[in-house]
């Protein structure tokens, strides 16, 4: 590969996108430091570096991660893995091709343009059939559903009553478009109406409590993410962010006019007993329309599903949220599950190099579950204190770690300067980490003068 490589994205949540390796490397994860991040809890937050430069060519590295590497369908092991161009690659859910386009395969599409909108495959919508009208019916059944209906009607009302003092404190997420009869669009050019902003809104409630989950994007450029989980939790976490001109046009291509214009105003089902409500609401407004679609105690459109489940891995790759879209009581259970894997690898420290690194990023993992939870449970203190001791004793061992190896390299004693920058870097697996990179260069200028010696 004369140029930079580039990564094409045929299957996950990021389909269709393309990265290119540059000199700095990729590095990919489900945290949202990564270069490549993605909402997949398949996915560990540091799962695999990619690096290229003209000497070794195109290589994958895994991170230590969970759930592995797979290169043309075998998992990687620990060493850097070698991509020639068209190899494929399986992190998650995510299918990654080397160098090459989308191929015309198990009906994917043909080619990539990442400039233009992401075919989802929505033709037009199959018809969906409310469960009240069913032509002449049954009169029995009829009757049977007259017996509940005043007890759900009063439940419906009062949860309808706090949904409405919900949103009535959430103008952020609003669109102020008055609702109307849309605006003919041409169908020569039906994909032409720009998508303006939008609103989009997840509600799951019984007689206890309410989640609500809302994404809303402004004018200006603005994407919003707020939840309310109430009473019992009380939680409202919001975040939002300028998006840059890559981030709209992504958001462009999910809500392109040609992805929903066929779905119907409303999908309506029956109320459940004991009575609950669980409602998605999308409002996109168009340069010449305004499409508002919603789904209540009914099974979404497949249509539907497709563009909310890519708009809430937007969102939450976007601003890093991706945590707020749990329960308290979720929250706290993956935060428990973090420190007792921080709390095993700091007990097993001596048993291998990189057993510190990996306690620090386990506390750091929880602290991050922990961080919209008010008050702080005691666990977020433990996995503070959890997550310093770790990082003194690792800061400590790599400065005796890197003398051992300085020494070495003073002493012109190469073989063993390989083998303790070796250790360093099984000690440091992260890449970012200031510590890798010296010991990584280092250790490539060890192996060059090794070959040269072993040359003569």
Same mark, same amino acid.
């Given at each position: 590969?004369?140029? *930079?490589?580039?990564?094409?994205?045929?299957?996950?949540?990021? $389909?269709?996108?393309?990265?290119?390796?540059?000199?700095?490397?990729?590095?990919?994860?489900?945290?949202?430091?990564?270069?490549?991040?993605?909402?997949?809890?398949?996915?560990?937050?540091?799962?695999?570096?990619?690096?290229?430069?003209?000497?070794?060519?195109?290589?994958?590295?895994?991170?230590?991660?969970?759930?592995?590497?797979?290169?043309?369908?075998?998992?990687?092991?620990?060493?850097?893995?070698?991509?020639?161009?068209?190899?494929?690659?399986?992190?998650?859910?995510?299918?990654?091709?080397?160098?090459?386009?989308?191929?015309?395969?198990?009906?994917?599409?043909?080619?990539?343009?990442?400039?233009?909108?992401?075919?989802?495959?929505?033709?037009?919508?199959?018809?969906?059939?409310?469960?009240?009208?069913?032509?002449?019916?049954?009169?029995?059944? @009829?009757?049977?559903?007259?017996?509940?209906?005043?007890?759900?009607?009063?439940?419906?009302?009062?949860?309808?009553?706090?949904?409405?003092?919900? @949103?009535?404190?959430?103008?952020?997420?609003?669109?102020?478009? /008055?609702?109307?009869? %849309?605006? @003919?669009?041409?169908?020569?050019?039906?994909?032409?109406?720009?998508?303006?902003?939008?609103?989009?809104?997840?509600?799951?409630?019984?007689?206890?409590?309410?989640?609500?989950?809302?994404?809303?994007?402004?004018?200006?450029?603005?994407?919003?993410?707020?939840?309310?989980?109430?009473?019992?939790?009380?939680?409202?976490?919001?975040?939002?962010?300028?998006?840059?001109?890559?981030?709209?046009?992504?958001?462009?291509?999910?809500?392109?006019?040609?992805?929903?214009?066929?779905?119907?105003?409303?999908?309506?089902?029956?109320?459940?007993? !004991? %009575?609950?409500? @669980?409602?998605?609401?999308?409002?996109?407004?168009?340069?010449?329309?305004?499409?508002?679609?919603?789904?209540?105690?009914?099974? &979404? !459109?497949?249509?539907?599903? $497709?563009?909310?489940?890519?708009?809430?891995?937007?969102?939450?790759?976007?601003?890093?949220?991706?945590?707020?879209?749990?329960? =308290?009581?979720?929250?706290?259970?993956?935060?428990?599950?973090?420190?007792?894997?921080?709390?095993?690898?700091?007990?097993?420290?001596?048993? &291998?190099?990189?057993?510190? *690194?990996?306690?620090?990023?386990?506390?750091?993992?929880?602290?991050?579950?922990?961080?919209?939870?008010?008050?702080? %449970?005691?666990?977020?203190?433990?996995?503070?204190?959890? /997550?310093? =001791?770790?990082?003194?004793?690792?800061?400590?061992?790599?400065?005796?770690? =890197?003398?051992?190896?300085?020494?070495?390299?003073?002493?012109?004693?190469?073989?063993?300067? /390989?083998?303790?920058?070796?250790?360093?870097?099984?000690?440091? %697996?992260?890449? =970012?980490?200031?510590?890798?990179?010296?010991?990584?260069?280092?250790?490539?200028?060890?192996?060059?003068?090794? /070959?040269?010696?072993?040359?003569?």
């Amino acid at each position: 590969m004369d140029a *930079a490589p580039k990564l094409y994205f045929v299957s996950g949540l990021l $389909a269709g996108k393309v990265f290119e390796v540059g000199p700095a490397g990729l590095r990919l994860g489900r945290s949202s430091s990564c270069d490549i991040s993605i909402a997949d809890e398949e996915l560990s937050r540091n799962h695999c570096y990619f690096e290229f430069s003209d000497s070794t060519g195109l290589r994958v590295t895994d991170l230590a991660s969970a759930n592995g590497t797979i290169v043309n369908g075998s998992l990687i092991g620990a060493d850097p893995c070698v991509l020639h161009n068209g190899a494929e690659i399986e992190v998650g859910a995510q299918k990654i091709r080397v160098g090459t386009p989308y191929q015309q395969d198990d009906g994917a599409r043909g080619g990539v343009d990442v400039g233009s909108a992401v075919d989802l495959g929505l033709g037009a919508s199959e018809s969906v059939q409310s469960p009240y009208s069913q032509g002449e019916g049954n009169e029995a059944e @009829k009757k049977k559903l007259l017996i509940p209906v005043i007890r759900i009607l009063l439940v419906v009302l009062c949860l309808a009553a706090i949904f409405f003092l919900l @949103k009535s404190n959430s103008d952020l997420f609003n669109p102020p478009v /008055k609702e109307g009869s %849309p605006k @003919k669009v041409d169908s020569a050019n039906e994909q032409t109406p720009k998508v303006l902003e939008f609103f989009y809104e997840k509600v799951e409630a019984d007689q206890s409590r309410i989640f609500r989950y809302a994404i809303g994007y402004s004018p200006d450029g603005v994407l919003s993410v707020r939840v309310d989980d109430v009473p019992d939790e009380n939680r409202r976490p919001e975040k939002k962010s300028p998006l840059d001109s890559q981030a709209k046009a992504e958001i462009a291509n999910i809500l392109a006019w040609k992805n929903l214009k066929d779905l119907d105003p409303e999908y309506v089902g029956l109320t459940p007993d !004991p %009575p609950e409500l @669980k409602s998605l609401t999308l409002k996109v407004v168009y340069s010449t329309c305004v499409k508002t679609v919603r789904v209540v105690n009914m099974h &979404e !459109p497949e249509a539907f599903r $497709a563009v909310r489940e890519k708009l809430e891995a937007f969102s939450k790759s976007e601003l890093g949220v991706w945590a707020i879209q749990y329960s =308290r009581a979720k929250l706290l259970e993956m935060a428990e599950k973090a420190v007792e894997l921080g709390e095993s690898k700091w007990l097993d420290r001596d048993v &291998e190099h990189g057993n510190l *690194a990996a306690s620090v990023a386990a506390y750091e993992e929880a602290i991050f579950y922990l961080e919209t939870i008010n008050p702080k %449970p005691p666990i977020a203190a433990k996995a503070r204190e959890g /997550k310093e =001791r770790s990082e003194d004793l690792l800061k400590e061992r790599c400065v005796e770690q =890197r003398f051992r190896a300085d020494r070495a390299l003073n002493l012109a004693r190469w073989e063993e300067a /390989k083998k303790e920058l070796m250790t360093l870097l099984e000690m440091v %697996p992260d890449r =970012r980490d200031d510590r890798h990179r010296d010991a990584r260069a280092k250790l490539l200028t060890v192996e060059s003068r090794i /070959k040269r010696e072993s040359g003569r």
